[in-house]
C-alpha cells in the first residue's frame, strides 16, 4: 500500500529526525508537536534540539515543502508515535503523554490506516493505545477485536538509535516489527522499507516492547558492574582501568566502562519498567539501578576527602581558598546534552556545599543555566587546569583527552573516567 501523507507525533529527538528522514525520500510529511515553538521553529526550517546534521535535513525537508509541522493532528495514511515516556515519583512507568496523542489523532483516522507506538514503553503499551483509540472510535474496528480483518493497523517498532549518530543509525540499524497481528507487521515493514536499510524483523508487540527494555537494561547491568568494579578496587588499590583492560583480553569476557554514574533519558530510565511490571523477578535489574545512581554520590563523597587531603596538606588554607574545577557536565562524551547527568548532578552537589570557588570547563556549551549563574563558573579547559587545587573529570570529551599531563601536576586528580 502507498503511503502518500506520513504523520509523526511528537518532534523531539526520535520524532523530528524521522520525520526528516521520511520528507527526504519525497514522502509528505505532517509532523505534530503540543509545543507551538518547536512547531514555528521547525516550520522556518530550523531545529529546536541538538543532532549532528539534522539542521540541514529538515531545512531541506520544509523548504521543498515536504516536511510542515502543526499543533494539530491532520489525515495521514499512517501515524509514528513517538512521545516521551518518563516515569512518575515511584519509578511506575508514566503513559499520559502516549494517551494524549492517540487521543487527539483519533478523529483524524479512517479504515486501512497504520499507528505505529515507536516511545519506549512498558510491555502492554501498545494494546493499551489500541484501546484507546478503539474508545475514541467505536465506528473503526482495531486488532485487538478483528485480528487481521481490522480497519486499523497497530505495531510497536522501538526506535535504537543512539544519539549523536541518530541519522546514520536510523537508516543502517535493523528494525524489530511487532504488530498485533501479522498483517499489521506486514504494513509496518512496508512503511519504514521506504528508508531503512537494515533488516525488518517482525515479532509480536509484547516482545517488540520487551526488546527495546532489554537492550538498555543488558547495557545498564554491564555498567553496574564495571561501576561496582571500580568501588571495590578502590578499596583494594587496584587501578580498575587497568584491571578491565587485562580481563577483557581473556577471548569471552567485554567488560564496559565505569563512569561518575549512568546519564542520559534512556538507560537510566527503561529498566525501570521491567521492575515495575515484575518486581519480584527483576531483582539483578533493580540492583544494577541502585548501584549506577549511588555512582555519583561516591565520587562527591571522594571530593570531600579530596579537599580535607589539600588543606591537611596546606594548613595556612581555608576552605574558602580552595578551587575545585570540574571538566564535563553532559550526560556522555562529545554532545550537549544534559539531562539526567551525574557530571552535572555532582557539580551542582560540590557547588552547593563548597564555600570557595567551583570552576566548571565544559566544551559543548557556551553559556550556563540561570539556576547555575553566581554558583558556578563557566571557564576553558586551560583556565580550570591553571587554577584547581582539586580536579574532577567527568566526562571523557575529546577536548579532555589530549590535555598536556604536565598540566595535571600539584593537584589532586579525581578522573572518574580513566582517561587521566
Ligand atoms: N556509560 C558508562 N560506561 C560505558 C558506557 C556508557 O558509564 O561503558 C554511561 C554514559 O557515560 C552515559 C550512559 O552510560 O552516561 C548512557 O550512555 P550510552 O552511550 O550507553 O547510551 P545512550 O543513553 O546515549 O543511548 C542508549 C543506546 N542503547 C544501547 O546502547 C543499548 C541507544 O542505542 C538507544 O537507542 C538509546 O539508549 C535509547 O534511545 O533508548
Given at each position: 500500500m502507498p503511503f502518500n501523507t506520513i504523520s509523526v507525533v511528537g518532534l523531539g529527538y526520535i520524532g523530528l529526525p524521522t520525520a526528516a528522514v521520511f520528507a527526504s525520500r519525497k514522502k509528505k510529511v505532517i509532523g505534530v508537536d503540543v509545543n507551538q515553538k518547536a512547531v514555528d521553529?521547525?516550520?522556518?526550517?530550523?531545529?529546536?534540539?541538538?543532532?549532528?546534521?539534522?539542521?540541514?535535513v529538515v531545512h531541506a525537508a520544509v523548504t521543498e515543502g515536504y516536511l510542515h509541522a502543526t499543533t494539530q493532528p491532520e489525515p495521514a495514511d499512517a501515524f509514528l508515535i513517538a512521545v516521551p515516556t518518563p516515569f512518575k515519583n515511584n519509578y511506575e512507568p508514566d503513559l499520559t503523554y502516549i494517551e494524549s496523542a492517540s487521543k487527539s489523532i483519533a478523529p483524524v483516522l479512517k479504515k486501512g490506516d497504520l499507528v505505529i507506538l515507536e516511545s519506549t514503553s512498558p510491555v502492554g503499551a501498545?494494546?493499551?493505545?489500541?484501546?484507546?483509540?478503539?474508545?475514541?472510535?467505536?465506528?473503526?474496528?482495531?486488532?485487538?477485536?478483528?485480528?487481521?480483518?481490522?480497519?486499523?493497523?497497530?505495531?510497536?517498532?522501538p526506535e535504537r538509535v543512539l544519539p549523536g549518530?541518530?541519522?546514520?543509525?536510523?537508516?543502517?540499524?535493523?528494525?524489530?516489527?511487532?504488530?498485533?497481528?501479522?498483517?499489521?507487521?506486514?504494513?509496518?515493514?512496508?512503511?519504514?522499507?521506504?528508508?531503512?536499510?537494515?533488516?525488518?524483523?517482525?515479532?509480536?508487540?509484547?516482545?517488540?516492547?520487551?526488546c527495546k527494555l532489554t537492550e538498555n537494561s543488558?547495557?545498564?547491568?554491564?555498567?553496574?558492574?564495571?561501576?561496582?568494579?571500580?568501588?571495590?578496587?578502590?578499596?583494594?588499590?587496584?587501578?580498575?582501568?587497568?584491571?578491565?583492560?587485562?580481563?577483557?583480553?581473556?577471548?569471552?569476557?567485554n567488560i564496559l566502562q565505569p563512569g561518575p554514574g549512568v546519564g542520559g533519558h534512556c538507560i537510566a530510565v527503561d529498566p525501570w519498567f521491567i521492575v515495575s511490571k515484575t518486581p519480584e523477578q527483576a531483582r539483578l535489574i533493580r540492583t544494577a539501578r541502585e548501584v549506577n545512581d549511588s555512582k555519583p554520590e561516591w565520587v562527591i563523597e571522594k571530593v570531600k576527602l579530596a579537599v580535607a587531603e589539600h588543606l591537611?596538606?596546606?594548613?595556612?588554607?581555608?576552605?574558602?581558598?580552595?578551587?575545585?574545577?570540574?571538566?564535563?557536565l553532559a550526560f556522555k562524551a562529545d554532545i550537549d546534552d544534559l539531562r539526567e547527568s551525574?557530571?552535572?548532578?555532582?557539580?551542582?552537589?560540590?557547588?552547593?556545599?563548597?564555600?570557595?570557588?567551583?570552576?566548571?570547563?565544559?566544551?559543548n556549551i557556551f553559556e550556563l543555566a540561570e539556576k547555575h549563574i553566581g554558583k558556578l563558573q563557566l571557564v576553558q579547559s586551560e583556565i580550570a587546569l591553571k587554577e584547581a587545587d582539586i580536579a574532577i573529570l567527568l566526562v571523557d570529551h575529546k577536548e579532555f583527552k589530549t590535555v598536556d599531563k604536565s598540566d595535571l601536576t600539584n593537584k589532586i586528580l579525581i578522573d572518574t573516567r580513566g582517561i587521566w
Open positions: 521553529i521547525i516550520n522556518r526550517g530550523q531545529i529546536h534540539i541538538v543532532e549532528p546534521d539534522l539542521d540541514m501498545t494494546e493499551q493505545m489500541s484501546a484507546w483509540l478503539a474508545e475514541a472510535r467505536p465506528d473503526l474496528s482495531f486488532p485487538q477485536t478483528h485480528g487481521d480483518e481490522s480497519d486499523i493497523r497497530i505495531a510497536h517498532c549518530h541518530v541519522l546514520r543509525e536510523l537508516v543502517q540499524n535493523d528494525r524489530v516489527i511487532g504488530g498485533m497481528t501479522p498483517k499489521c507487521s506486514e504494513l509496518a515493514i512496508s512503511l519504514y522499507k521506504i528508508f531503512v536499510q537494515g533488516e525488518c524483523i517482525v515479532t509480536n508487540a509484547r516482545t517488540a516492547e520487551m543488558s547495557r545498564d547491568v554491564g555498567i553496574a558492574f564495571a561501576n561496582e568494579l571500580s568501588m571495590i578496587c578502590d578499596k583494594l588499590d587496584i587501578n580498575v582501568w587497568e584491571l578491565i583492560s587485562l580481563a577483557n583480553r581473556h577471548p569471552r569476557v591537611q596538606a596546606n594548613p595556612t588554607k581555608t576552605a574558602q581558598e580552595v578551587t575545585i574545577a570540574c571538566f564535563g551525574p557530571a552535572l548532578a555532582i557539580t551542582e552537589s560540590i557547588a552547593g556545599m563548597h564555600p570557595g570557588k567551583t570552576l566548571v570547563a565544559e566544551p
